[in-house]
């Protein structure tokens, strides 16, 4: 389907069953993640940037579970950042990279924006636009990743979604919307990802950086600013990679993660916690050693004692020890004064992390880890190798999802409010006005 009558002409209602739900299941994991992010350091620090520099006009939005009203753009530098400092949002395979910590807080303020000056959004007018959002950055993704050499954060590619849905909510003609996609791909940040896995900070994977290019975008273009064409949507290298636009779901392929932690570190997780779950005697008193085989990319990550949580959170020992000592893995035991907790660090220091070349060879097409522990009566269990929980084929379910949310949101929201969240995104699609919504998550 051309890219203008799909995002034009696509209804939540005609996607299958399987990929509105996976879409659904997208949107609530992220507002838990923004909720669970909503007051570490990196999202102090993001809203007050945006509150000194983004003064709100006649057009604002509100900052996510803060209330205080900012300029779009603003909302969007901000919204990307927070996301984006709790590492549990979803990604994607061929992309390598993510789309709903763009997408989603990009929209979000978008929609917030324009109902504020009165106009109506359905629930499931919302729903298509975050569908048409994802799907389209993460063939933007794919088409960037196999066109250019260098591994690029997801900003680059996927303020192209935030044009793509954000189209759709303001009803752009086809004009706009193509000088709107060229605008976003020109200023996207193509950002050296590498760099940040090796030296972590509050950079992260740019979504903020990505949020505020397709915001900016749709604004330039409906000011008749001219920048035509988009080469990862209207190059003839790139066509084969939407010529399938409708007719099959790359949201379908996307991977979840059940701990705020990089992707990379998912597997060995899974692993542990399999191994756990098995053999009850395996405990943070009784382990000696732990001997993690993984694949190069995921072994660089290391991280066996981190100086903040950005380094926790691209690190592999660290979160392993977490989980062992704390018995699970939320934003508390990568935040704050978990980092420097002596019994995690204990554990941490048990951690032996080494590269199997033929894990190594598996990537990226499978990511996959094994784990050996030893406890310290002589008993050693190990693990086979172990793709993530949250793959397409080792899906997490609706009640596993549920409860990721409250693990998320738990330390920052009452049980009444996370109870009306679940409610309110579970029944979206049925909403005359996303107004609710955009209250329960708009608001401190």
Known sequence: MYLYQFIRQLQFSDIPDHTRQIVSHSLLDIIGIAAGASHNQTAQQIKNYAIKHYTPTHLYSRLLFDGRPVHPLGAAWAGGFIVDSLDAHEGHFTSKGHAGATIVPALIALADAYCNQGQQISGSELLAAITIGYETALRAGIALMNSTAEYHASGAFSGIGVVCGGARLLNLNEQQFRHALGIAEYFGPRCPMMRLVDFPSMLRDAHGA??????????????????????????????????????????????????????????????????????????????????????????????????????????????????????????????????????????????????????????????????????????????????????????????????????????????????????????????KDCRSLLRQILTP
């Open 210 to 431: 990505g949020a505020y290019a397709g915001i900016n975008a749709l604004l330039l273009a409906q000011e008749g600013i001219t920048g035509a064409p988009a080469e990862t949507v209207a190059m003839k290298n790139v066509q084969h990679y939407w010529d399938d636009l409708g007719k099959r779901w790359e949201i379908d392929a996307q991977y979840f993660k059940p701990w705020p932690v990089c992707r990379w570190a998912q597997p060995a997780l899974t692993a542990i916690t399999t191994l756990m779950n098995q053999h009850p005697e395996i405990n943070a008193n009784n382990i000696e050693t732990i001997r993690i085989e993984t694949f190069h990319e995921s072994m660089r990550l290391q991280g066996h004692f981190p100086a903040n949580a950005d380094e926790a959170q691209y690190s592999l020992a660290f979160p392993v020890a977490a989980l062992i000592s704390r018995g699970q893995l939320g934003p508390t035991e990568v935040t704050g004064d978990a980092i420097y907790a002596e019994d995690i660090l204990a554990i941490s220091r048990r951690i032996e992390i080494i590269e199997a070349d033929d894990l190594s060879a598996c990537f990226p097409e499978a990511m996959l880890s094994r784990v050996h522990i030893l406890l310290k009566n002589g008993h050693q269990y190990s693990s086979p190798n172990t793709p993530a929980k949250g793959d397409p084929a080792t899906a997490m379910t609706t009640a596993e999802f549920h409860d990721k949310f409250q693990l998320l949101a738990a330390s920052q929201l009452p049980q009444s409010r996370i109870n009306a969240i679940k409610e309110t995104v579970t029944n979206l699609e049925q909403a």
